[in-house]
């Protein structure tokens, strides 16, 4: 005759019941953490970016306010470099301004508005690609030694393509023709979107060149001076293992 053992089946039962309790507090955890990358983090970016985008445009109409002075990089610049730039958080230099292209503003400093009519985005653009300074606020990152907007040579932006706003999410539906408009305290001016690269290494920097070409897919980009804007991010989705390129040509420029 078998003999049962009711401590044990006790102890077994108590042992089932607290790794069913460590389990699903996990997957509980688990589910935050996913529901603040997902959701939490754009509420709060996109609401930043909205206040900022107001409080630009709130100083532009005040009279006798002035830019701000040219950036100077904090130590240790590029070590916070966002995974959806490219590069080593620079790019070539961008050769010789127009006359009518903006100031250079300070470091991390928001001082132009990007507006994608076909994305319907509206978005804060600052000074570098620092994650905490700048883009996980929501905010469109100006690469450092390219050119500022108007600028001969390549304007170069980078956004998150997931979380913190994800500003730079849709870039893949845009189409050769569409507005990229680029507001400043003086002016606007307007890119039209001519070239996508749908796909390309992260140490490509060639993208964000003064005359912007692929330096792995040649066959991608231009071979003459000009007043480019680039807009960089990753792709797939939720990674950063590869980036998206969206290139324009400036097509005019409007006094405010």
Known sequence: MVQRNPRGRRLAARGLWSGAEVVVTFGVVLLLLVVHQLWWTNRQARADARHEVQSLEREW????????????????????????????GGGAPAGGARAAAAAAPRWDQAYAVIRIPRLGLTAPVAQGIGKSGVLDKGYVGHYPRTAQPGGAGNFALAGHRNTHGEPFRYINRLRRGDRITVETRERVYTYVV??????????????????????????FGYSEPGSYVTLTTCTPEFTSRYRLVVWGKLAGVQER
């Open 61 to 88: 109409r005040r009279p006798g306010s002035e830019d701000a002075g040219v950036p100077s990089a904090p130590p240790g610049e590029g070590a916070d470099t966002d995974t959806d730039a490219v590069g080593e």
């Open 194 to 219: 001519d070239k996508t690269l749908a796909q390309t290494a992260a140490r490509d920097s060639g993208v964000i060149a003064a005359v912007p070409r692929s330096n792995l897919k040649p066959a």
